[in-house]
């Protein structure tokens, strides 16, 4: 069980790179773009500063990252109640 653009925004934070996301996740890099994107819509802000090929998180990102964290190890322990 998991949240896909939670996941993915926490890869990409974790990575710096929509690229290295993309194939970390084994999604196309327009799709980690198209996540974040929908991300930034629902939080009202962007989530990384985008400085040429470079990204940083913004106050935002690095407020929403912990919480994603948060979220995916709960996400996990449900997974240990599966069969």
Not at 39 to 48: D, R
């Amino acid at each position: 069980m998991t949240d896909k653009r939670l996941q993915v925004f926490a890869v990409a934070a974790r990575e710096l790179s929509f690229v290295k996301a993309a194939k970390i996740l084994g999604i196309s890099q327009p799709a980690v773009s198209k996540h974040i994107a929908l991300l930034e819509k629902e939080i009202g802000g962007a989530l990384f500063l985008r400085i040429s090929r470079t990204l940083v998180l913004t106050e935002k990102g690095e407020k929403l990252l912990g919480i994603a964290n948060k979220i995916l190890a709960l996400y996990q322990s449900i997974d240990t109640l599966k069969d």
